[in-house]
């Protein structure tokens, strides 16, 4: 609109040096300058006279602070609402494009590409006002011209700043008097208890319900919000209708009555909760998903909880349907790595939710941090900049610009599917929480607060100047709601209003034993429909080259390995109609080659997936490579496999070694969401683990922690030791009832190995088996001296170097849950046994060693007490130099394999009672 290409160091000598050439020849100089002596000639009646450098100088300096205004103008505003007053910046200023105010009236404002305003000084007026007024737009680090155009245009024709009438004012007076009469009940009612008041950052509540409407009339069904502990309580009952009595129940340390016993539960404020409004009649569904203390973790899992909700819709209709909002506190927002994982993920088309509303309640402290300590940069929201999201701040004191900026920001949400942030600047009135003393370490923050009315208060006595109100009006509405609240709370106390529940908690179903064979001739027609592809898909010869080898494959030899089993056993599930999404670092190849579910013509790079071309599919099969990220995307795909019940979602870590990065969502959700939140999960962890000579962060998934998490049936822990056991496990896992999380330790030089080699057979027929027996000991079990427990990679090493028939090797592919009579019937087996090993060949403090000791030893104490093989106690799981790892397996082989030592013969324990 109008401005030229010319900076703001306006220069006087140049301009003439141009002017010259321009004269001479129009085309001699660059068409900005063409343009720009155009609009001078204009301007000065026809002429370019060398006088008619000075109104150049106006045109030139005015398009400049035009510029400037659009790019800076949001450091004028005054965001804070305790006053500190915003920095400026000096290119606001007609001086610093070197002109004054005086030479903006000289200006037409066509001459600007403004032809509705008489004169420059108009037009800056008016921007300075749209730009430097109540909201700060930051719109200028957007690559697409076509979304600064549309976010200028908003902006500038005050498409959603439109005032408020007396009405809507009223309605925000009530609002806000809920959302501070809540909070100040909660303090007078529940003195001493946490509640991490949202006070200060009250304008959070008309925001969401602004953000919900407007969702709600494009034609949104679902708006699925995540956020911490600030404010939380008052989003529960107010925005998502939790009622109050169940709040109070929870104040009152009772167990809410939906909550089952078996459940350890949670803090109140980090309670999930699902709820419909009624929009212009029609019933949107609002959903805060659970999430622990660790601040903002749950920003990827309610990216898939959103994704899994639009799942089956087409990208681009994604945004209109549901809306995913997340609300981060200043210092969090700055300090956490998950929170860049988490926006780098938002245009990978694995991961888009069609754009995905943040608000950051920004209380400029982070529980006694000040932000010089919290972060590097100027605003709470720069991070947001490198994602080329668009920002706007506005002062949490200003409700009505809050209310305009999200109308706006739903708008641009809806327009370009990104993306977008408010700042949304206020203040805490208390503490970190209400116990705590703020003056210890911000004595003159909060002098300031102490003196500050609340926000209510601000908005009160606007609409008491007004006329809008009078002081009686906001007394009386403050009482009626604290009367509301006493009653309710009285009713709760004396037994009348009984706790409400959340609701949709369905009891646990019982679990299923599920047929996980699948027919022969099925298995084959499946085969084949994986090996069609067409023609103008020509991939690598090595390409194809082992995928044919999949067609001889189901034959009678054991010639099945994992990458076919696995996509054997996703293509039967997809034919049985369950989908199928598998994301992780280069999951399409597979890490190790072994998986090529993604085919690539050498000629034109066009891809084609078979798996998403079966023609017997009910299901939908989604592969994404993952971002180079690990916390994210698995909390990513975490939160999908709680909302898409339909689907095995499995995460694949590149090696099982980088698991470790992930742990909060680990800790936090996976292991712990049941116990916690009632919240259940069946996603499936595949992890490369096995010691090779990779070297400390290549050989493991470190196996014993996931065991440690183990309890209350709150996951499965396997470690399957061939195509055909991994087939059938991940078909179980499928068709579980009662959904649990799967952890697979998964093999490298397994997957291709010849002697862990699959016959059709074995997947036609037969379950998973959480121990295997010794294949070769079955004829002679009466010779069988030494049992050897192990799993599936040391089992093949073991085997590869025994040479007498007096040691079974009995692998135990299934550790949790411990397969406790399954061992115990192979034990009967061997009627002479003497010498029972445990080998591994992680660490002894590492691994399952820890883990299955005293299980074992529960079961075979009767024989004698258990010898451990493996490596000794360590402090980094692996030698980093092959001779040395080499040394280390032949040892553990060797030990596992012969008698004991005499010298640590211990005695036969006897039989425990
Ligand atoms: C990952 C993590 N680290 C540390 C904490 C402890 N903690 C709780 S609140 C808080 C301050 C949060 O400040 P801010 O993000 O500004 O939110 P506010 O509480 O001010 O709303 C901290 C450090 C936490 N909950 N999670």
New binding site residues.
Partial sequence: MGTSAITSVFNDGYVAEQLEAYRRDPSSVDESWRQFFRLAEQIGGGSTGTSDVATMRAVAGAASLVASIRQYGHLAVQIDPLGSAPPGAAELTPEYHGISEADLSRVPGSALGFDGFATAADVVRSLREAYSGSIGYELEHLASDDEREWLRSAIETREFTRPLDAEEKKRLLTRLTEVDGFERFLGFAFQGKKR?SIEGTDALVPILDTAIDAAARRGAKKVIIGM???GRLNVLTHVLGKPYTALFTEFEGRRPGSQPESETGDVKYHMGYRGTRAVDGVQIEVSLVPNP???E?VNPVVGGVARAASRALPAEQRAATVLPVLV??????AG?GVVAESLNMSRLHGYTVGGTLHVI?N?Q???TTDPVDARSTHYASDLAKGFEIPVLHVNGDDVEACVAAVAMCIAYRERFAKDILIDLVGY?RHG?NETDEPSFTQPELYKLVKAHPTPRQVWGQRLVREGVVSEEDIERIDKEFAAKLGKILDDMRAGGAKPEGDPGKAAAAPDVKADTAVPLARLAALNEALLAWPADVQPHRNVAKTLARRREALGGAPAIDWGHAEALAFASLLADGTSVRITGQDAERGTFSHRQSVLHDMETGKTFIPLQHLPEAKGRFEVYNSPLAETAVMGFEYGFSTAARDTLVLWEAQYGDFVNVAQPIMDQFVFADRAKWGQDSGLVLLLPHGYEGGGPEHSSARLERFLQACAEGNMIVAYPSTPAQYFHILRRQAALAQRRPLVLMQPKSLLRMPEAAAKADDLATGAFRPVIDDPQASQQREQVRRLVFCTAKMYYDLSAARKDNTVALIRVDELYPWPHEEIGRVVDLYPAVEDVVWAQEEPKNMGAWTYVAPRLRALVGNIQEMRYVGRPERASPAEGFESAHKAEQARIVAEALSAPAPSKRRAVASRPA
């Fill in positions: 991490f911490a502990h600030r203390s660790h601040l973790v981060h506190g200043d210092s969090a927002f956490e309640t209380n402290v982070g529980f805490r970190h």
